[in-house]
């Protein structure tokens, strides 16, 4: 079977196939098969079939794949920048220099470098006026400094440092354009050598006590945050993702333990090297200090003296992001994901319920609850739509297995090495869980399994939601909670998307599920967000070489799925060398800020400013219609 055949048999499954692919509404399969009455298909039903199932969510058309330096939009759609990396917060602060020389000092009074997941806090009352918390998740050496290579001495770490962390902008919009408000003095950096608590069962803790911290529960900097979460409440939540890669030993004997080793401590730190120049950052010195990293960290954007708040209560270990949700009786659910092949997807639920008159009141909701880590069942072999059943285990010192016997000597513990503490429950061992989001509208949850080049290696069995050996396109996962509670411990999962190139190739593992088409292909899904009208934003960080498996993928982008269909269309495409990561949305849905991450990160760009010979800044973009209409409408 030529491919073009095989393409066809494709479309020919989604309309006969439909209840098994559960991609298309009960209406929209009922009106298919009574249209198509016998089994005769030509290719006009065929047309007026999957016409018939186009959504109504998505009110643009799917835009090609690009590689061009430039922000790709459907026709009526224009873009601006509302801030890049090194652009300075406040009145006469230092101006960004593109020469690599500008100072530590500076970099800490200017917009971080890689900015990645944010969220949107509008001032009560004023749909013009807003603060956006926006992390900063690392740092291209390649740009940062005149050398272009790592980091030689303290004042580059430190400059290195003052590129991540979280920024909070006020935001305004004027004459119909949103723009950085420079000078508020809502504007603040939280880098990574600013003075952050612990707070939660692991704070004042042995193993988070060191040298410049006896007391275990204060701590310097947030660096590597990935990506984010909003509370009811009002606060923002930033996630540390890769802290090990932070850390190394002036020791070349030295020897990690179990918990070390798990969370990928070595000698040479990955392309960092920071424990060269900062002795913090030298495990053969500080052991401990890497325990004090990999939290969620808990922010009021509104404050601007407050101190941010690391929430040991919901584990430590590589996370992606954090979902809010709340339980029939009024507690907060914070999902989570850990990015790494292999690892983890949690959920933490509060002891006490969200005080929604107060907002002040949760100011501890985060310190007292319980985690969870997922297993999900092998479920239903089809491999079009994977599904199945799961459950969350509790992880909690004394119960399942985890205590003294297994190495943990108390509930800190547990928290501070919680993927040790997971593997002994029996979670599902996943294919890089990046971000979660639960929908606005029927309280599902989906995740984006992003790749994972190890499926099928030993301990990682190619079933259930990981269904691919060496899976290099990824997939979004969702699941429903029984009795729509997120309190529950059980739930139903299927897989709403399997990404493929059915281009290049054919059958499901490699061309994708059917709702990829060569129109709307993409690999590895990561960044995810839903609107007020339940549309579903998807964001990728892959390959884009746009050859051999991604050929005709093109450069990084944005789609949007319409959840109840599955249909999925392109949006967006990125500039060259760029992740996609990072949205947010107006209070009136009428702009999408998108976060523009590492672009030219090989080269090859000049995005935003397009100088000669200028370097790449990432940059947070707004989207919005000509027209003055509601964004994906
Ligand atoms: Fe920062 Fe897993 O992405
Ligand atoms: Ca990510
Ligand atoms: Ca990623």
């Not at 962390?165 to 000078?183: D, L, P, T, Y």
């Not at 285990?393 to 090495?417: C, M, P, R, Y």
């Not at 490699?510 to 007020?532: C, E, Q, W, Y």
């Amino acid at each position: 079977m030529n491919l073009l055949e095989e393409n066809q048999a494709t479309d020919l499954e989604t309309i006969v196939g439909l209840s098994r692919r559960g991609f298309i509404s009960a209406g929209a399969l009922c009106g298919a098969a009574m249209f198509l009455g016998g089994n005769l298909l030509s290719r006009s039903v065929l047309a007026a079939s999957v016409n018939a199932a186009s959504s109504k969510l998505l009110g643009f058309d799917s835009i090609a794949a690009a590689t061009s330096d430039t922000i790709t939009l459907p026709p009526g759609y224009t873009s601006s920048v509302l801030i890049s990396w090194g652009q300075p917060l406040h009145k006469n602060g230092p101006a960004f220099d593109p020469s690599g020389n500008g100072s530590a000092q500076a970099q800490e009074v200017q917009f971080g470098d890689n900015n990645d997941g944010m969220s949107l806090f509008a001032f009560p009352g004023d749909d013009n006026r807003a603060l956006m918390a926006i992390n900063n998740e690392y740092t291209n050496y390649r740009y940062l400094y005149a050398h272009g290579g790592m980091p030689q001495s303290a004042e580059e770490v430190r400059k290195a440092l003052a590129c991540e962390g979280v920024s909070v902008i006020e935001v305004q919009r004027k004459n119909g354009q949103w723009q950085f408000v420079q000078g508020s003095p809502y504007n603040r950096r939280i880098h990574g050598n600013a003075p952050l608590h612990l707070s939660g069962p692991a704070a004042g803790h042995e193993l988070m006590k060191t040298g410049a911290d006896k007391a275990g529960k204060n701590v310097l900097g947030t660096f590597q945050n990935c990506a984010n979460g909003k509370t009811p409440w009002g606060t923002y939540l930033t996630c540390e993702e890769n802290f090990t890669d932070c850390f190394g030993s002036s020791n070349p004997e030295h020897k990690f333990d179990a918990t070390q080793k798990r969370y990928g401590a070595s000698v040479a730190s990955k392309e960092i090297n920071w424990h060269q120049h900062d002795p913090r950052f030298d495990l053969a010195k500080n052991p401990n200090e890497l325990n004090r990293h990999g939290w969620v960290v808990e922010i009021d954007p509104f404050d601007p003296q407050s101190t941010p708040i690391k929430r040991t209560a919901l584990g430590r270990f590589k996370h992606e992001n954090a979902a809010l949700a709340e339980t029939h009786d009024g507690r907060a659910v914070v999902y989570m994901g850990d990015d790494e092949r292999g690892e983890f997807i949690y959920k933490f639920v509060s002891r006490d319920k969200i005080n929604h008159t107060h907002p002040k009141a949760n100011h501890e909701l985060l310190d007292h609850g319980t985690l969870y880590v997922a297993r999900f069942d092998a479920g239903d072999s089809n491999p079009d739509h994977p599904k199945g059943q799961g459950q969350w285990i509790e992880l909690t010192h004394g119960k399942n297995g985890i205590d003294a016997s297994s190495g943990f000597a108390d509930q800190a513990e547990v928290l501070i090495h919680v993927r040790l503490a997971a593997s002994i429950v029996g979670a599902t061992r996943m294919d890089r869980p990046e971000w979660i989001v639960v929908s606005p509208q029927d309280g599902q949850v989906y995740c984006t399994l992003t790749n994972n080049a190890k499926r099928g290696e030993d301990g990682q069995p190619v079933d259930g939601p990981n269904p691919r050996e060496k899976n290099v396109y990824g997939q979004i996962l969702r699941w429903h909670t029984d009795r729509d509670d997120h309190a529950s411990l059980t739930f139903a999962w299927d897989l709403f998307v399997v990404a493929g190139n059915p281009s290049v190739h054919a059958g499901t593992a490699k061309a994708g599920s059917s709702n990829i088409t060569p129109h709307n292909m993409f690999n590895s899904p990561d960044g995810l967000g839903f609107d007020k009208a339940g549309r579903l934003w998807i964001l990728s960080d892959g390959d884009y070489s746009n050859a051999g498996d991604f050929a005709g993928m093109g450069n990084n982008q944005m789609l949007c799925a319409d959840p109840a269909s599955g249909e999925i269309r392109r949006f967006m495409v990125g500039p060259v060398g760029c992740e996609v990561t990072g949205i947010s949305f107006s209070p009136d849905q009428k702009t999408l800020f998108v976060g523009i991450q590492h672009p030219g990160e090989n080269g090859g760009s000049t995005f935003p400013e397009h100088l000669p010979n200028g370097k790449p800044r990432s940059s947070v973009i707004a989207i919005s219609r000509e027209d003055g209409g509601i964004a994906g409408a």
